[in-house]
């Protein structure tokens, strides 16, 4: 499909994307020569893996360190990341964090702490971008949900809150935004293989968890961040210039608990 906004030559802001789903989507944009910029709480790493897409890609790229859980980040990492590569006309929010808490276990600063990262950080960060996609018509965002999201899991609330937020967050951005030519949708995955899901559970306990998640779902394996960074990518290309407002589902077709 011909090129019919300014996506193609505009770069994406990756959040979360040192690792899993966000940096899988860093190296998927990449490839199709997109600039990306990694924001991420680990610096370092961010760096690195965004050092190691443009000597891999011949992209622009940088890591910024952004702790997305203080209001005041965004504003310097957009700054940061129009230095380093430009025009920018992606987003993709894969920024979050997961606390095994239970009900019972529900703080003020737990519950304040995972709704600022997935749900106003989101909003700031947005808010930060969006001189960039108001000069870019056909920008587009992405927001990592999760199937939990609609499903619900009582070990882990908090995230299931925030996640269920997300997806009707993204359909009030979508509508707004619209008047700019900006997209927004969001993805919901299913269990994916990452750093965040591992590290919410203690090790000694990981492969009977997985044991347990695999039964859950239709094609008897855990997902790849691959598999959604594939789909990021769709959606923040001119490809999707007609999907907005939706959520797509990536789940292998997963189950609540008592289903087991």
Do not use: C
């Not at 991420?40 to 952004?66: H, M, P």
């Not at 999201?149 to 269920?164: D, F, M």
């Not at 900006?182 to 009977?208: C, H, K, W, Y």
């Amino acid at each position: 499909m011909a090129a019919i906004y300014a996506t193609p030559k505009t770069g994406v802001v990756i959040t979360g994307g040192a690792s899993g789903i966000g940096l899988a989507t860093a190296r998927a944009l990449a490839e199709i020569g997109r600039a990306v910029a990694l924001w991420d709480i680990n610096g370092d790493k961010a760096a690195s893996e965004a050092k190691a897409i443009a000597d891999e890609f011949g992209v622009k790229a940088i890591g910024v360190r952004t702790d997305l859980a203080d209001p005041q980040a965004p504003g310097p990492a957009a700054i940061k990341t129009r230095e380093a590569i430009g025009a920018i006309g992606g987003l993709l929010y894969a920024a979050g964090n997961v606390e095994a808490t239970g009900i019972e276990g529900v703080n003020p600063d737990n519950w304040d702490r995972g709704l600022n990262i997935h749900l106003r950080g989101l909003v700031l960060t947005t808010q930060a971008l969006l001189p960039d996609f108001k000069a870019n018509r056909g920008s587009a965002i992405v927001a990592i949900a999760s199937i939990q999201g609609t499903l619900g899991n009582g070990s882990i609330p908090i995230y299931t809150a925030a996640k269920g937020g997300i997806l009707s967050l993204i359909r009030s951005m979508a509508d707004e935004l619209a008047n700019y030519g900006v997209r927004a949708n969001s993805i919901s995955p299913g269990f994916i293989e990452t750093p965040m899901l591992l590290g919410s559970i203690p090790e000694q306990i990981q492969d009977a968890m997985k044991e347990m998640w695999v039964k859950r779902v239709l094609l008897r394996r855990l997902g790849k961040p691959e598999e959604i960074a594939n789909v990021a990518r769709f959606l923040l290309t001119d490809e999707a210039s007609l999907i907005t407002a939706q959520e797509i589902v990536v789940d292998n077709a997963s189950y609540p608990t008592q289903d087991i």
